[in-house]
C-alpha cells in the first residue's frame, strides 16, 4: 500500500506529532500553519524531522525576519527543494536571513506571495548567489513597481529560472521590456503578469 507525502497541521499539533507521523510514513511536503510566537518557533527549529522534509510550506502568523532566523539557525533543511513563505511578513530583512541560511543553496522553488517585498528586498535576492539553482519563483502581490524589474533583468544569479510571477505588482510598460531584454531571464518558459497595468505597448514589449 502507498504512503501519503504530504500533510497539514497547525505548529502545536507539528511539534506534538511529527515524531509518530514520520516515523509512519516517509512524508516528503509539510505545510505548517496558524499561531506561532517566538517559543513555538524555537522549539519549531529544533525538531529533527524538518530535517527530511524537501517541499515546506509556512504559513504561520506574524513569521518574519526573526523567526526565520530562529528557525534557520536550528535546522539546516538539507533537502529542502521548495519552500512558500506566501502571506508572511517577510520583508529585506527575512530575504537577507533566508540567503544566509545554507538552505537557500538547495532550492529550487520559492514563493513570496504577499510576503510584505518591496524593491528593496527584490535587490537583495537578485544578488544572492545562494539561489542560482532556483528554477521557479513567485513574487505576485507585493506592489513592487518598476525598480523591482530592474534588478530582476540584470540578475545574473537567476539564470536558471524558468517560471516567474509577478502578478499584481503595479508594472508598466517599461517593466515588460526590461523583462523580455534581459539576457539572464531567456530560459523562461512562464512569466505571469496578470493584474498589471501594461497596456497594448507592454505587450508588444514581451
Do not use: W, Y
Not at 93 to 98: A, E, K, S
Amino acid at each position: 500500500r502507498g504512503f501519503p507525502a504530504s500533510m497539514q497541521l497547525g505548529v502545536p499539533s507539528f511539534l506534538r506529532h511529527a515524531a509518530a507521523l514520520f516515523a509512519a510514513a516517509p512524508f516528503t511536503s509539510v505545510r505548517i500553519a496558524g499561531f506561532g510566537g517566538t517559543a513555538l518557533i524555537e522549539r519549531l527549529a529544533e525538531c529533527p524531522q524538518l530535517e527530511l522534509v524537501r517541499h515546506l510550506t509556512l504559513n504561520i502568523e506574524g513569521l518574519g525576519a526573526a523567526d526565520l532566523m530562529r528557525l534557520f539557525r536550528g535546522c539546516r533543511f538539507p533537502h529542502m527543494r521548495s519552500l512558500d513563505l506566501c502571506g508572511n511578513p517577510v520583508g529585506a530583512d527575512g530575504v537577507r536571513v533566508l540567503l544566509q541560511a545554507p538552505a537557500a543553496r538547495g532550492l529550487r522553488s520559492l514563493a513570496l506571495k504577499s510576503a510584505g517585498l518591496d524593491a528593496t528586498a527584490v535587490e537583495i535576492l537578485c544578488r544572492g548567489e545562494a539561489l542560482a539553482g532556483l528554477e521557479s519563483l513567485d513574487l505576485s502581490h507585493n506592489g513592487l513597481g518598476s525598480a523591482a524589474t530592474q534588478f530582476l533583468g540584470g540578475a545574473k544569479h537567476l539564470g536558471s529560472l524558468r517560471r516567474l510571477s509577478l502578478a499584481h505588482n503595479r508594472l508598466t510598460p517599461t517593466c515588460a521590456r526590461d523583462l523580455a531584454h534581459s539576457p539572464h531571464l531567456r530560459g523562461l518558459t512562464s512569466l505571469n503578469l496578470s493584474g498589471n497595468p501594461l497596456g497594448f505597448d507592454g505587450a508588444v514589449e514581451l
